[in-house]
């Protein structure tokens, strides 16, 4: 079960049209899929908490807004942006590196 849909990426970025469904879908799946690598509890019969689904949309957003890679891009040396972590780590149990 998907923790989004792409009706809630699209109104959550304002696409009016169908004009970029796949990329949008390719972002929300993206998206998720970083979202659930991250974190380390599991979640029965695809109940996802509302931070999940947040934490989805605003990295829909990063991506949307950051498509080629640009160089000025914010990044501080993670893989996903300090406000989707922070969403994100109350369900995560910090690994010994």
Do not use: W
């Not at 009016?16 to 993206?30: F, G, Q, T, V």
């Amino acid at each position: 079960m998907s923790i989004t849909t792409l009706q809630e990426v699209k109104a959550h970025l304002r696409y009016d049209s169908n004009d970029s469904d796949l990329e949008l879908d390719a972002y929300r799946e993206a998206a998720e899929q970083a979202v659930l690598d991250y974190v380390t509890d599991t979640f029965d019969d695809g109940q996802y908490p509302k931070p999940l689904k947040v934490a989805v949309l605003l990295l829909c957003g990063y991506f949307d807004q950051n498509r080629n890679l640009e160089s000025d891009m914010q990044s501080d040396g993670n893989y996903l942006p300090a406000p989707i972590r922070s969403l994100l780590y109350k369900y995560r149990t910090p690994t010994v590196g």
